[in-house]
Each structure stands twice: as C-alpha cells, then as structure tokens.
C-alpha cells in the first residue's frame, strides 16, 4: 500500500494532526509520527521544520538509558509554550494576578489552601474509579481520568514502579510561578495511589511532560489513605 503523501506546506490539519500526536503521545521523532499519522518520513520532516521556524515546536537529542550506538542521535519533537496554546489552555494573566494579589496579602499558606481546594473535587470524582479496581491496576485508571479532564495522560513502566505521565496540564503557565499548584496534585495522587509518589518533571519546569513515578510498594510500606501535607516541591530532571 502506497503511503499517503503531505502535498502543501500549507496543510494546516497535517499540522494541527502532529501536533496533538506529541501532546498524546509526548516528544517524538520523525519516523514515530510518520508511523502514528501514516505519513512519510520525509513529509512529516517538512511540516516539522515548518512548526519549528514558527516556534510551535522545538527539537532536542533523544535520551536513551544505558544506549551508546555510533553517529547521531535521533531527535526528538516537543511542544513550546506557543504549541500548547492551541490547545485552549486554561490559565490567563488574571489567574497570575490573582494568586500574586492571595499571596501578597494572605500568605504563602493560602495559595496552597487555594491550591488543594483546586483539586479536591479531582479526588472526590477519582477516588471511586481507582478504588474499584485492583492496586496493580489503579495508575492506568487514574490516567485514564485525567486523560477525560484533558491531561492527555498515560502511564509506562519504571524499574521502580509506575509512572503517570501527563502531556498536557491546563495552568502550566500558572504552576510555573505557584508550583502550589503541582505540589497539591501530587498529594491527590499519593491519596487515591496508597503510596507516596515522586514527581520527577514538570511542564510548568520546561519539561516534555509531567511525570510522577509511583513506586512499587514493599511489604513493610504502609498504605497512605489521606491526602500529604507536606509534599516537596516537583523535581526538575537533568
């Protein structure tokens, strides 16, 4: 079967069709979406040198653990900050303006109330869906929720345990400032999970994606059935 071919560097909808294949999927190369999108390797380079002239997209060497193969790394596709505004992201200069306005006269203590209030109704709307399924399988529901709430979430396989990976956060440029705001989401995880869990990057921190690893719990661990309340701040990868 004969692959489709891009005909115009003006094809908007190819376009608007890669980029919501990285928001789902998270950075990417070119032969990856070419296979997602059935397009030609050499088509899809061409709406992805398009994208990045634009600034909608930005490329880095894929990481990959304990591989040293000869020449050049592949390279991989991410959104910026412009990409992901098509994506009707719901943060605005009035929600910044308001959470310096509660911080400066409130406290750094309310912006956090401000924060877990934020996501009360996630726990409240998640908890029964994670806790109807067995323990091995709760990451996977628990993305799946997120996913309707349009993260774009999904989760993957750690040697430590799980990771929930979310590809798409609504108030990233807000949580870019209040990082409140990512530290009171990782305390519903650890709840609806029974397991402290760790994030181990941020798209508020300029990273491809949020990523928070959910350790395989030990025998001696005990389960966590209320919400953290001292959750450290995400940690940016290197």
Avoid: W
């Amino acid at each position: 079967m004969r692959v489709p071919e891009v005909s115009s560097l003006d094809d908007a909808p190819t376009r608007e069709r890669v980029a919501a294949s990285i928001l789902e999927h998270g950075p990417s190369t070119a032969a990856q979406l070419a296979a997602r999108l059935t397009l030609t390797a050499a088509a899809v380079r061409r709406h992805l040198d398009q994208m990045s002239d634009e600034g909608v997209l930005v490329s880095r060497d894929q990481r990959i653990s304990g591989a040293r193969g000869r020449g050049r790394p592949a390279k991989v596709f991410l959104l910026t900050d412009t990409g992901r505004e098509q994506f009707d992201q719901a943060y605005d200069d009035l929600a910044v303006e308001a959470l310096r306005f509660l911080s400066e006269t409130a406290g750094e203590d309310a912006v956090m109330a401000f924060a877990r209030r934020r996501v009360a109704d996630l726990e409240t709307r998640y908890r029964p869906l994670v806790e109807s399924v067995p323990e091995a399988e709760r990451t996977a529901v628990l993305a799946q929720a997120l996913t309707a709430d349009g993260y774009a979430a999904s989760t993957r396989t750690a040697p430590s345990g799980d990771q929930v990976c979310q590809h798409h956060c609504p108030v990233a440029h807000v949580a870019a400032e209040f990082p409140q705001l990512c530290e009171a989401e990782t305390e519903v995880f650890a709840s609806l999970l029974g397991s402290h869990v760790q994030r181990l990057a941020t798209l508020a921190h300029g990273d491809g994606v949020c990523t928070t690893n959910v350790p395989t719990r030990s025998s001696g661990t005990p389960p966590i059935s209320t919400a953290l309340s001292s959750t450290t701040a995400p940690e940016r990868t290197s």
